[in-house]
């Protein structure tokens, strides 16, 4: 089945530090691949998004690379603020069976401090 | 974007009580939702597709019985948690695509968090 594996948490950084969250996938088919932020007492909010091999998704100083050879869509910021501290979750859409179902990783706590 | 709410965003209840948790999509129309349940420190687990004018998909594992879901309107699904028990206490939320296609973004509810006493 497919399943979605991303690093533990917490992440801990200072404010304009880079930051990468690590997602790596098993996936029958060719999936698409999100990243969804959970900002603390919201829900969850489509950060990006790609669709196929080697697309970029990118939003608010954040991206992430479609890799098919390695199977990772790793999220990336250049310069972290305090307000993007939230939860990141990685996931896949299969479309086996159609519809939008999604798996999920476990998440990955970010705190950003001064 | 588009809107999901979800009510009520927290439940008490007594053991053997059964619980009542609605979606709604604010802005558009979803002829599927999804419910999952998240486990603290832990992912999503997809539970149900919920499916506008037919019956609910469920995922392995998952009681049809225990988890009711109604998908009456083209704009609001509910799951019942039948006879609820501690074990059930954990965040329940709900999702909505916009579109058909698979590619298309899904626009998710705060939760519900329940707590069976």
């Known amino acids: 089945g497919n399943s979605v594996t991303q690093m533990e948490g917490p992440v801990t950084l200072s404010e304009e530090a880079f930051l990468t969250i690590n997602c790596t996938y098993t996936a029958t088919g060719y999936p698409s691949l999100f990243w969804y932020v959970q900002y603390p007492g919201e829900g969850l909010q489509l950060l990006l998004k790609?669709?196929?091999?080697?697309d970029k998704g990118s939003n608010k100083g954040f991206e992430a690379t479609y890799r098919k050879e390695t199977t990772s869509f790793h999220l990336e910021k250049g310069s972290v603020q305090v307000s993007d501290s939230a939860v990141y979750f990685c996931?896949?859409?299969?479309?086996?069976?159609?519809?939008?179902?999604?798996?999920f990783g476990t998440g990955t706590q970010l705190k950003v401090e001064l | 974007g588009a809107v999901v709410s979800q009510h009520p965003s927290w439940v008490i209840c007594k053991s053997g009580t059964s619980v009542k948790i609605e979606c709604r999509s604010l802005d558009f129309q979803a002829t599927t939702m999804f419910w999952y349940r998240q486990f603290p420190k832990q992912s999503l687990m997809l539970m149900a597709t919920?499916?506008?004018?037919?019956?609910?998909?469920?995922e392995q594992g998952v009681e049809k019985d225990k988890f009711l879901i109604n998908h009456a309107s083209l704009t609001l699904s509910t799951l019942t948690v039948t006879s609820a028990h501690p074990e059930d206490s954990s965040f329940y939320i709900c999702?909505?695509?916009?579109?058909?296609?698979?590619?298309?973004?899904?626009?998710f509810g705060p939760g519900t968090r329940l707590t069976v006493l």
């Open positions: 919920s499916n506008e004018g037919s019956k609910a998909t469920y």
């Open positions: 790609a669709t196929k091999a080697d």
């Open positions: 996931a896949l859409s299969d479309y086996s069976g159609g519809g939008n179902k999604l798996t």
């Open positions: 999702s909505a695509p916009l579109g058909l296609a698979g590619y298309n973004e899904q626009f």
